[in-house]
């Protein structure tokens, strides 16, 4: 029965690894596109790919340029055009008029065969990304589960009651899981509630959520970003309680030995019992077209494809028509995904 167990737990782990890979090759195909929050101070200068040149970085011109994410009020994400730009092919991610989404300068300390080294903060290429995984007390944009706020009155006992049988709309539906403070009489809702407009800080509303970590969620798996180069990177996905870490010594030069009671020997029982996978993939920023999986019909349909099943036809059911709705890829491919058999030098 031992064995049976030891045998259990290691197959949990390996499939709570190979989750990580799917959480850490979405990590990468959102952030060639989505944007970035906060960019860097930088000065002023150009990109010949776009034929665009750009002014330094300020407040009135750049979300979040400096040190305070609140010094702009600039509360949206840029787009960007992929890892690798596909307007001039120069490294990205980068903005629509061209200017760079990270610092390349070597900020960050990171252990670096063996020895420490200085690194640059992600997302620039050589740096790396560790994110430990764990369940949010309240996510972001929460709502209750209640299933009817404006259950429909159907006592034959109230039939004289005017709402009898009628689907008033009286409450609203839904409602956030952080109380808004709602009052029937005036319709009005707490805008404190809604937005603490502190990032987050009272976690207590509704846009921001609660990031504090549930504890039975903690110490579970994490997945772990080098970017190689332009397109490529290396992913470690761990199932264990190291939470990305590869030495304690990059956790002491981090400032997070306390995440492992500042012992060293502790983190290595951690690291002893944890499953490590490591991985190589390439990005691209090529994706299906919208109609590929209805090339079937071509072959098996009593007619051309594109005439039974015209782009963006609105006469169309929910699952045969043919648009962007039903490829929701919008941050490209993977060329390739390897799998190492080895720990590599550098990750």
Not at 44 to 66: H, L, M, R
Not at 168 to 183: I, K, R, T, V, Y
Not at 195 to 205: E, F, P, Q, V
Request: aromatic share 12%; with cysteine.
């Amino acid at each position: 029965m031992r064995g049976d167990a030891e045998e259990s737990a290691l197959l949990l782990q390996d499939t709570q690894a190979r989750i990580m890979l799917a959480a850490a090759c979405n990590y990468i195909q959102e952030g060639s596109r989505i944007g970035w929050d906060r960019y860097p101070n930088t000065g002023a200068g150009s990109n010949a790919g776009v034929g665009t040149s750009y002014p330094a970085a300020t407040d009135s011109n750049d979300p979040f340029p400096g040190a305070s994410p609140g010094a702009s009020g600039f509360p949206v994400h840029e787009e960007t055009f992929g890892w690798v730009d596909n307007r001039d092919g120069s490294a990205g991610p980068t903005t629509q008029e061209g200017r760079i989404c990270y610092d390349a300068s070597l900020t960050g300390t990171m252990p670096w065969q063996g020895t420490p080294a200085r690194r640059p903060a992600w997302p620039a290429p050589t740096s790396v990304v560790r994110c430990p995984m764990y369940v949010w007390r309240r996510p972001p944009c929460a709502t209750q589960l209640t299933a009817s706020y404006n259950p429909i009155l159907t006592d034959p006992t109230q039939s004289g009651n005017s709402a009898y049988l009628y689907p008033f709309l009286s409450n609203p539906d839904p409602q956030p899981e952080a109380g808004n403070g709602w009052n029937k009489t005036t319709n009005a809702v707490s805008t404190l509630r809604y937005d603490d407009g502190l990032n987050g800080a009272t976690r207590a509303d509704f846009i921001h959520g609660d990031p504090t970590p549930r504890p039975q969620t903690t110490g579970k798996s994490w997945f772990r970003i080098l970017r190689e180069g332009p397109a490529t990177f290396v992913i470690t996905v761990g199932a264990g309680g190291t939470q990305g870490f590869r030495t304690y010594d990059e956790a002491v030069q981090q400032g997070q030995a306390a995440l492992f009671s500042s012992d060293p020997a502790f983190f290595a029982g951690l690291s002893d019992h944890e499953l490590r996978l490591w991985y190589r993939v390439e990005w691209t920023a090529a994706v299906s077209d919208v109609t590929y999986h209805w090339n079937l019909h071509h072959y098996l349909g009593a007619q051309d494809n594109y005439i039974q099943w015209p782009q963006n036809a609105s006469h169309s059911w929910t699952y045969g028509c043919r648009s962007s709705g039903f490829d929701r890829n919008m941050g490209g491919t993977f060329r390739w995904i390897e799998r190492l058999r080895v720990e590599p030098t550098n990750w």
